[in-house]
């Protein structure tokens, strides 16, 4: 009897060896079947520098395989025209979410020639320098949100179109 549960217990481990190989050779066909399955993306059609607005134009379809392929690929150009480039991009590199400025960046809210910069309220430090006679400022305020699931702050105008002062700032000469 005791021969017997050996003999079965012997069976047993020998089932379970082959299930496991046969398991894992199926595995490794259908994970390099993914990886080498071509998909579509979205292509630069040429040489972009960062700060460009897609047109149609600049993107196209292609067929390419899957290995490599950035986090967040596009696979429609509607996913991409109208977006701004945060970096340069080379003909035929695949387009990623990461590749673009954010929807509600201030970048988009400035028109050409204008700048923006961030001056924080904590520095004890005076904008007497920053500005001269003819600039236009306009002032926003960033709030931090409580439900981050709506995002993680907004940003609304405070004043618009203040011209700065014809004189100059305490301590300067005119």
């Known amino acids: 009897m005791r021969f017997a549960v050996i003999i079965l217990v012997m069976l047993g481990l020998l089932a379970a060896g082959a299930a496991a190989i046969l398991f894992q050779g199926l595995s490794i066909r259908f994970t390099q079947q993914d990886k080498t399955a071509d998909v579509t993306v979205i292509v630069a059609q040429a040489d972009l520098p960062a700060r460009t607005r897609l047109a149609s134009e600049h993107v196209q379809v292609e067929t390419v395989p899957n ?15 109208g977006k701004i480039l945060k970096v340069a991009v080379v003909k035929g590199q695949p387009l990623a979410a990461s590749s673009f400025l954010p929807e509600t960046a201030v970048d988009d809210l400035l028109r050409p020639g204008m700048l923006a910069f961030q001056i924080s309220l904590a520095r004890r430090s005076t904008v007497a320098d920053l500005l001269y006679p003819g600039c236009i400022v306009d002032v926003f305020a960033t ?10 702050a907004v940003t609304t105008p405070l004043l618009q179109n203040i011209p700065a002062p014809e004189h100059p700032g305490p301590g300067r000469a005119g």
């Open 67 to 81: 290995m490599g392929l950035p986090q967040a690929y596009f696979t429609s150009p509607a996913q991409a025209v």
């Open 143 to 152: 709030f931090p949100l409580q439900d981050r699931k709506k995002g993680e």
